[in-house]
C-alpha cells in the first residue's frame, strides 16, 4: 500500500519523461488491479516462506537441550555462504558472465540477462566477503584496544561474527553498492550527455511545430513555411531535418534526411566510425551512403562497410554504411541519408525540425520573436534553452532512482539496527553480568555503537569497492546491450565519500541507540 501511494507522484514525474522521449500521454496517477495486488502479496509470502526455510531446517537439527536452557549460547556454525573462498567464486562467475551477450527478441528489443546475472552474484559475493571481513577486521584490531573495555568487548563479539551481524553487513553493502553504482551510472550519462550537447548543439536556432511535444509525434513543418523561415536576412545557415520510421527485419528504426554537409560545416559529430571516404558529403556522389547511430550498430549488428536495403515508397535502396556516430537521444537507432536523396525516395518535403544558423550580431532572441509572430504555429527555441531542457529531462529521468536508493539504505541502517536488537535480546544475561561488574549504561551503549559502527564501516565501504565494478558493469554490459550507447566512466568521488560518511555516521547512532535500550534490559523476561 505505501508502494501505490508513493506511486501517485511517481507516476506524474514519469508521464513528463515519457511524454519529452516517447509519445504522449495523460496519465496523472497511479491505479492497483486484483492481480497486481495477488502478485505482490505472493512474492512477499514466497519470499518469507524461502528466507525461513533455512532457519528453520538449522533450528530443527538443534538438540533440544541447547534449546530449552535460558539465554543458550549462540551457536555459530561455518556455512557455505560464510567463506570468503564462496564470496571470490561468486564474484569471478559474475564477471564471466559479462562476456555473453543479451538476449535478443523479436522486433530488436534486447534484454541483458547475463548483466543483471552478473550485477546480482557481484552484490551477493561482496555480502559473503563483507560478513568474512568482520572476523578479519576484528582479529587484527583486537590487539590495539585492548585498554579500551567498550572498543574491545565490541571487538570480541565479531571476531566470530554470527548470522546476523553477516546478514546487517551484507544489506548495508547491497544497498551502498547498489546506490553508489547508480551514482557513478548517473555521473558518467551527465558527463557523457554535456560532452555530446557541446558538440551537437552548435546552433543558434532550433524550430518544430508547436505540436511536437513528443518523440513519436508526426507534426511536421511544411515547405513554404520552413522556405520562408530561411529566407530571414538573419539566417546564414540552415538545415532541414526529416525523419521517417522504417521497418526493416531485426526491429522498427529512424531514417533522417538531413543536409550532411551542414553537420560537417556547423556540427562535427561525435565518431565512433569516421567515415573514410569524403564521398559521404558530396550530394552528387553519396545516394548509396549513409551514417548510422551506434544504437543502430549493436541493435541490427552491423559495421561500416556493411550493406542495408531501406524500404522507400519508391522501392527498396540499397545503401552502405559509410560512419558510424554517437547519440544519445534515440535508442532504436538512426539511418542520416543527404536530404535530397530522402525527397527524391518519399516525394515530401515537410520538415520534421528545423536549424538555423544566424549571422554575426544577430541576437537570437530577437529573431526568435521575430519568426514566433510571423509563424505563431512554430516552436522555437535558443540554443540556451534547448541545452537547459535536455539536462532538465536527464535529472528528471533519474530522480525516482534517487529517492528508491536512498530509501533502500534508509531500509538498511533501520536493519542494522534491528539485527543489534535482536543480538542484545540474546546477551540478556551478559548484560545483567557487565552492569552486575560495574559496567555503566553508557558504557554499554558506547560498546554497542562500536559494534555497530564497525559494521557500518564494513558495509560502507564494502559496497563503495563493489560499487565500482556494479557501475563498470551497468556502463559497459548492461547500458550497452540494451541501448547500444557507449559512455565515458566517471566515478563521482566526492558523492562516494558522503554516502559512505552519512551511512558510517546513521549506523554508529542507530547502534548507540539500541544500546542504550539494551543496557537496562532485564535479564529475566522475554521481550
Given at each position: 500500500?505505501?508502494?501505490?501511494?508513493?506511486?501517485?507522484?511517481?507516476?506524474?514525474?514519469?508521464?513528463?519523461?515519457?511524454?519529452?522521449?516517447?509519445?504522449?500521454?495523460?496519465?496523472?496517477?497511479?491505479?492497483?488491479?486484483?492481480?497486481?495486488?495477488?502478485?505482490?502479496?505472493?512474492?512477499?509470502?514466497?519470499?518469507?516462506?524461502?528466507?525461513?526455510?533455512?532457519?528453520?531446517?538449522?533450528?530443527?537439527?538443534?538438540?533440544p537441550?541447547?534449546?530449552?536452557?535460558?539465554?543458550?549460547?549462540?551457536?555459530?556454525?561455518?556455512?557455505?555462504?560464510?567463506?570468503?573462498?564462496?564470496?571470490?567464486?561468486?564474484?569471478?562467475?559474475?564477471?564471466?558472465?559479462?562476456?555473453?551477450?543479451?538476449?535478443?527478441?523479436?522486433?530488436?528489443?534486447r534484454?541483458?540477462?547475463?548483466?543483471?546475472?552478473?550485477?546480482?552474484?557481484?552484490?551477493?559475493?561482496g555480502?559473503?566477503?563483507?560478513?568474512?571481513?568482520?572476523?578479519?577486521?576484528?582479529?587484527?584490531?583486537?590487539?590495539?584496544?585492548?585498554?579500551?573495555?567498550?572498543?574491545?568487548?565490541?571487538?570480541t563479539?565479531?571476531?566470530?561474527?554470527?548470522?546476523?551481524?553477516?546478514?546487517?553487513?551484507?544489506?548495508?553493502?547491497?544497498?551502498?553498492?547498489?546506490?553508489?553504482?547508480?551514482?557513478?551510472?548517473?555521473?558518467?550519462?551527465?558527463?557523457?550527455?554535456?560532452?555530446?550537447?557541446?558538440?551537437?548543439?552548435?546552433?543558434?536556432?532550433?524550430?518544430?511545430?508547436?505540436?511536437?511535444?513528443?518523440?513519436?509525434?508526426?507534426?511536421?513543418?511544411?515547405?513554404?513555411?520552413?522556405?520562408?523561415?530561411?529566407?530571414?536576412?538573419?539566417?546564414?545557415?540552415?538545415?532541414?531535418?526529416?525523419?521517417?520510421?522504417?521497418?526493416?527485419?531485426?526491429?522498427?528504426?529512424?531514417?533522417?534526411?538531413?543536409e550532411?554537409?551542414?553537420?560537417?560545416?556547423?556540427?562535427?559529430?561525435?565518431?565512433?566510425?569516421?567515415?573514410?571516404?569524403?564521398?559521404?558529403?558530396?550530394?552528387?556522389?553519396?545516394?548509396?551512403?549513409?551514417?548510422?547511430?551506434?544504437?543502430?550498430?549493436?541493435?541490427?549488428?552491423v559495421?561500416?562497410?556493411?550493406?542495408l536495403?531501406?524500404?522507400?515508397?519508391?522501392?527498396?535502396?540499397?545503401?552502405?554504411?559509410?560512419?558510424?556516430?554517437?547519440?544519445y537521444?534515440?535508442?532504436?537507432?538512426?539511418?542520416?541519408?543527404?536530404?535530397?536523396?530522402?525527397?527524391?525516395?518519399?516525394?515530401?518535403?515537410?520538415?520534421?525540425?528545423?536549424?538555423?544558423?544566424?549571422?554575426?550580431?544577430?541576437?537570437?532572441?530577437?529573431?526568435?520573436?521575430?519568426?514566433?509572430?510571423?509563424?505563431?504555429?512554430?516552436?522555437?527555441?535558443?540554443?540556451?534553452h534547448?541545452?537547459?531542457?535536455?539536462?532538465?529531462?536527464f535529472?528528471?529521468?533519474?530522480?525516482?532512482?534517487?529517492?528508491?536508493?536512498?530509501?533502500?539504505?534508509?531500509?538498511?541502517?533501520?536493519?542494522?539496527?534491528?539485527?543489534?536488537?535482536?543480538?542484545?535480546?540474546?546477551?540478556?544475561?551478559?548484560?545483567?553480568?557487565?552492569?552486575?561488574?560495574?559496567?555503566?549504561?553508557?558504557?554499554?551503549?558506547?560498546?554497542?555503537?562500536?559494534?555497530?559502527?564497525?559494521?557500518?564501516?564494513?558495509?560502507?565501504?564494502?559496497?563503495?569497492g563493489?560499487?565500482?565494478?556494479?557501475?563498470?558493469?551497468?556502463?559497459?554490459?548492461?547500458?550497452?546491450?540494451?541501448?547500444?550507447?557507449?559512455?565515458?566512466?566517471?566515478?563521482?568521488?566526492?558523492?562516494?565519500?558522503?554516502?559512505?560518511?552519512?551511512?558510517f555516521?546513521?549506523?554508529?547512532?542507530?547502534?548507540?541507540?539500541?544500546?542504550?535500550?539494551?543496557?537496562?534490559?532485564?535479564?529475566?523476561?522475554?521481550?
Amino acid at each position: 500500500m505505501l508502494g501505490w501511494a508513493g506511486a501517485q507522484g511517481a507516476v506524474r514525474l514519469v508521464g513528463q519523461t515519457v511524454n519529452a522521449l516517447y509519445y504522449a500521454t495523460s496519465a496523472r496517477s497511479a491505479s492497483m488491479s486484483l492481480g497486481e495486488l495477488l502478485g505482490a502479496l505472493g512474492l512477499a509470502l514466497g519470499s518469507a516462506v524461502v528466507a525461513g526455510w533455512l532457519p528453520s531446517r538449522s533450528a530443527a537439527a538443534t538438540p533440544p537441550a541447547q534449546i530449552l536452557v535460558r539465554n543458550p549460547p549462540q551457536i555459530r556454525a561455518r556455512s557455505f555462504w560464510s567463506h570468503a573462498g564462496t564470496g571470490l567464486v561468486l564474484v569471478c562467475l559474475g564477471g564471466l558472465l559479462t562476456l555473453a551477450g543479451p538476449l535478443r527478441l523479436e522486433g530488436g528489443t534486447r534484454i541483458p540477462v547475463a548483466g543483471y546475472l552478473a550485477a546480482l552474484l557481484l552484490v551477493l559475493g561482496g555480502g559473503v566477503l563483507a560478513g568474512s571481513a568482520l572476523g578479519m577486521l576484528a582479529r587484527i584490531g583486537a590487539p590495539w584496544v585492548r585498554r579500551f573495555p567498550t572498543l574491545h568487548l565490541a571487538i570480541t563479539h565479531l571476531r566470530q561474527p554470527s548470522g546476523r551481524h553477516r546478514l546487517a553487513a551484507a544489506g548495508l553493502l547491497c544497498a551502498v553498492a547498489m546506490t553508489a553504482g547508480m551514482a557513478i551510472l548517473v555521473a558518467s550519462f551527465d558527463r557523457t550527455m554535456r560532452g555530446w550537447i557541446e558538440r551537437t548543439f552548435q546552433a543558434d536556432l532550433y524550430l518544430s511545430s508547436d505540436g511536437a511535444q513528443s518523440a513519436s509525434t508526426q507534426n511536421r513543418i511544411s515547405a513554404e513555411t520552413w522556405r520562408a523561415v530561411t529566407s530571414h536576412p538573419a539566417v546564414a545557415d540552415w538545415n532541414v531535418i526529416q525523419v521517417a520510421e522504417l521497418v526493416l527485419p531485426g526491429g522498427d528504426t529512424m531514417l533522417v534526411g538531413a543536409e550532411l554537409g551542414f553537420a560537417r560545416r556547423h556540427t562535427p559529430l561525435a565518431w565512433r566510425n569516421e567515415p573514410r571516404d569524403d564521398a559521404i558529403w558530396d550530394p552528387g556522389l553519396n545516394e548509396g551512403l549513409v551514417l548510422v547511430s551506434e544504437a543502430f550498430l549493436s541493435r541490427f549488428q552491423v559495421d561500416s562497410g556493411d550493406t542495408l536495403v531501406l524500404p522507400t515508397p519508391t522501392g527498396p535502396k540499397t545503401v552502405t554504411i559509410a560512419g558510424v556516430f554517437s547519440d544519445y537521444g534515440n535508442e532504436r537507432g538512426s539511418v542520416v541519408v543527404d536530404r535530397r536523396h530522402f525527397v527524391k525516395w518519399f516525394g515530401d518535403e515537410m520538415a520534421s525540425s528545423l536549424i538555423l544558423l544566424l549571422k554575426p550580431g544577430a541576437a537570437d532572441e530577437g529573431v526568435r520573436a521575430e519568426l514566433r509572430a510571423a509563424h505563431p504555429g512554430l516552436q522555437i527555441l535558443t540554443n540556451a534553452h534547448l541545452r537547459r531542457e535536455v539536462l532538465r529531462i536527464f535529472r528528471q529521468t533519474f530522480a525516482i532512482t534517487y529517492a528508491l536508493e536512498f530509501i533502500g539504505v534508509v531500509v538498511a541502517v533501520a536493519g542494522l539496527g534491528m539485527t543489534l536488537a535482536a543480538v542484545l535480546l540474546e546477551r540478556r544475561s551478559e548484560l545483567t553480568t557487565l552492569r552486575a561488574l560495574g559496567m555503566a549504561h553508557g558504557e554499554i551503549a558506547r560498546a554497542t555503537a562500536a559494534e555497530g559502527a564497525l559494521l557500518a564501516l564494513v558495509g560502507g565501504v564494502g559496497g563503495i569497492g563493489i560499487s565500482l565494478g556494479l557501475g563498470a558493469l551497468l556502463i559497459f554490459v548492461v547500458n550497452r546491450q540494451t541501448f547500444g550507447w557507449t559512455l565515458q566512466y566517471t566515478v563521482p568521488a566526492g558523492q562516494l565519500s558522503l554516502l559512505a560518511l552519512l551511512v558510517f555516521v546513521s549506523g554508529t547512532a542507530v547502534a548507540y541507540g539500541v544500546g542504550r535500550w539494551g543496557a537496562v534490559l532485564p535479564a529475566d523476561r522475554e521481550e
